[in-house]
């Protein structure tokens, strides 16, 4: 299995400019999530999907940022416009139902910097 | 709530010796416990976990770690260290269903 896979490994943009980061979870795994991390923060969950369906957003910062899932194997998180404290790195992890205690998967991350 | 508590930012070791990390939670019910490692530039990798049973968990690479219920801890340790074990360590807890809370982390430094 390839896991997690996440596209670009590295954004470099201008304040102002939309971007979007892709994420294809674990074949298999029925759920899904994008966190954030930062020096400052730590690890913030962003978003959860459950079989498609975003079931937990409160962790979004705001309407700039949104997150699709449009099927079980492609998940987009867009930021626009992009500003310079989003800068950090996003992280896509996944998990399958049959694991017990919320064991998820982690990929590689997109280290975004907006300048 | 869930939350845990990684007391130690920064830790540096010798080469072959001992490393212990620690890892406070705090959590009603039962706690679903895990230690994952980041090695720089990426993501995180399970080492171990724990759900029930066995309070002494093996891991992988070398690693293990305790349960302690009466102190609400959970700490991770290695008999000796390599170069490779540089990293940047993190605790979570889990609710049982979605959410995993993580710790600040501990970042390892491995000298010669």
């Known amino acids: 299995d390839a896991g997690v896979i996440q596209s670009p490994r590295h954004e470099v943009t201008e304040m102002g400019q939309e971007v979007t980061l892709r994420c294809k979870p674990i074949s298999g795994h029925n759920s899904l999530f994008w966190y954030r991390q930062t020096m400052m923060r730590g690890l913030e969950l962003l978003i959860y999907f459950n079989n498609n369906v975003p079931i937990d957003d409160s962790g979004m910062p705001e309407d700039r940022f949104s997150a699709k899932m449009p099927n079980a194997s492609f998940s987009t998180l867009k930021i626009q416009p992009s500003e310079p404290r989003d800068s950090a790195v996003y992280f896509c992890?996944?998990?399958?139902?049959?694991?017990?205690?919320?064991?998820?998967?982690f990929g590689p991350g997109t280290r975004l910097t907006v300048l | 709530a869930q939350s845990v508590t990684q007391p130690d930012i920064h830790i540096t070791v010798s080469e072959g010796a001992s490393l212990e990390l620690r890892c406070n939670y705090s959590?009603?019910?039962?706690?679903?416990l895990f230690w994952y490692v980041q090695s720089p530039g990426q993501g995180l990798q399970l080492l171990l976990k724990y759900f029930s049973g066995d309070t002494l968990v093996q891991g992988i690479k070398g690693f293990e770690a305790e349960f302690k219920r009466s102190q609400s801890s959970f700490n991770l340790r290695k008999p000796s260290v390599h170069w490779s074990d540089a990293a940047e360590y993190f605790c979570a807890v889990g609710d049982g269903d979605y959410k995993l809370s993580f710790g600040a982390g501990t970042t390892v430094t491995v000298r010669a």
């Open positions: 959590y009603g019910a039962t706690p679903y």
């Open positions: 992890a996944s998990s399958s139902p049959g694991l017990a205690g919320t064991e998820q998967f």
